[in-house]
């Protein structure tokens, strides 16, 4: 059973003239299949209490375990594989490739490893199908709207059925329509697999879709 536990997370950036605390002391337990969403005026800490539990910057202080490992005591190695294979990404601007198709974009945390394997390849045409984009899988980037683009994102998060999936503002750049959408293929499509979910955004109607709902006020997680 997949499990995140986050405990007295601090995160202090320091410049040559001050030191700036963003982040006081977080909490936060999830257990597989759980989701939670986490809204908060801009430049709070969501960001960068995302960055940190998907290892992609390191805490001041405090600790972050994924299923009883601490990633911050992987080697670099290490820590890139665990990443890899343990947390998916869905950013607001999407960071799909603009020379690779729908399919190779999904495919993109495969192809970092080499040629993907056949079942790889298949899961991914699935994922593709699970978004809705069946008739777009040989599409670039280009010649997809932006609600499109982002289903390709969650798609991609979700190759290698990631124990936990991050989004920061993933409805941030799109329409009420297609904000739904993809509200919905986020609250539906990793509790399938039994990942979690950890949602930031500034979308009151995003917030409420997920089951525990959370502020970041004063560095702190907050009950909303
Ligand atoms: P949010 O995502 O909630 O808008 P961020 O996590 O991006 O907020 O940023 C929180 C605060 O930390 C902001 O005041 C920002 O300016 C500051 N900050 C972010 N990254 C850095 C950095 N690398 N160095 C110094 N300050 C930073
Ligand atoms: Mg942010």
Known sequence: MAELNVSELRKEYRTAAESLRVLDGVNLE???GEDVSIVGPSGCGKST???ILGTLDRPT????RLDDVNPFE??????????NRNIGFVFQDHHLLPQLTVLENVLLPA??????QQDTVDRARELVVAVGLEGRISHLPAQLSGGERQR???ARALLFQPKLILADEPTGNLDFDNTQKISQLLFELPAQQGAML??????????EQAHRRMRLHQGKLQEV
């Open 198 to 207: 950890v949602v930031v955004t500034h979308s009151d109607w995003v917030a």
């Open 111 to 116: 192809l970092a490893q080499g040629k993907p």
């Open 49 to 51: 209490l995302l960055y």
């Open 61 to 64: 202080a405090g600790s972050v």
């Open 74 to 83: 992987l080697s670099p190695e290490q820590l890139a594989v665990f990443r």
């Open 152 to 154: 390709v994102a969650v």
């Open 30 to 32: 999830l257990k597989s």
